[in-house]
């Protein structure tokens, strides 16, 4: 059983560039979601994916955008990106049936300078 | 809206002694409460999870929380710390909404010290 993968490991933009973040999903799993955390802090949560549907939205702006595609990976992409963006972007997979459980991917590191 | 509140940033101990990691939860409603475990440069990863069944819950790596509704609690216990239990630590509320979602408290940092 493959876990949940996510791309690139470590990523470094520029202010007012645009970056896509990749997740591939638990097999099995069809829901996706996906968290920021910023450096000491927890996770929050920015959206959840299923059957390719937004399905929940946190409090973040449109600029924060995702997809799901039919085998159930995922990309966030974030537009015009600003200094406070820099975070570890979490991804996490989980069955619709029990999103009680969701596993995590180790996560991307971006950088904004 | 759950919250969760986790009351130390840093806990520091001895390596063999016991860990204690408390967090306080509010929720209009029975919640579903969990723990995950964050090692440096790893995935997030589920320790021990509370839906409403026994209120003392076993998890992995002898690690057990207790979900005490009168103190709204679900503090993280271990009897004897391991060097490997140096980690981050989050208190979760899940949340429903039409959908499920996690909600962290701000992770407490437990040291271990030989």
């Known amino acids: 059983e493959t876990g949940v993968t996510q791309s690139p490991t470590h990523l470094i933009k520029t202010r007012g560039q645009q970056v896509t973040l990749r997740c591939s999903s638990q097999?099995?799993?069809?829901?996706v979601s996906w968290y920021q955390q910023a450096l000491g802090q927890g996770p929050q949560f920015i959206f959840q994916?299923?059957?390719?549907?937004?399905?929940g939205r946190g409090n973040f702006p449109p600029r924060f955008s995702g997809l799901q595609f039919p085998n159930y990976s995922s990309e966030l992409n974030v537009n015009a990106l600003e200094l406070d963006d820099s975070a570890l972007y979490l991804c996490?997979?989980?069955?619709?049936?029990?999103?009680?459980?969701?596993?995590f991917g180790p996560g991307t590191r971006l950088t904004v300078t | 809206a759950q919250s969760v509140t986790q009351l130390d940033s840093h806990v520091s101990v001895s390596e063999g002694t016991p860990v204690l990691l408390r967090c306080n939860y509010s929720?209009?409603?029975?919640?579903?409460l969990f723990w995950y475990v964050q090692h440096p440069n790893k995935g997030l990863q589920l320790l021990l999870k509370?839906?409403?069944?026994?209120?003392l819950v076993k998890g992995i790596n002898g690690f057990e929380a207790e979900f005490k509704k009168s103190e709204t609690s679900f503090h993280l216990t271990k009897p004897s710390a391991h060097m490997s239990d140096a980690a981050e630590y989050f208190c979760?509320?899940?949340?429903?909404?039409?959908?499920?979602?996690?909600?962290f408290g701000k992770g407490t940092m437990l040291l271990v010290s030989p």
């Open positions: 979760v509320v899940i949340s429903s909404s039409g959908y499920s979602t996690l909600t």
């Open positions: 097999s099995g799993h069809n829901t």
């Open positions: 996490a997979s989980s069955f619709a049936g029990d999103t009680y459980e969701q596993y």
């Open positions: 929720s209009s409603y029975s919640p579903s």
């Open positions: 994916y299923y059957r390719e549907e937004e399905n």
């Open positions: 509370y839906t409403s069944a026994a209120t």
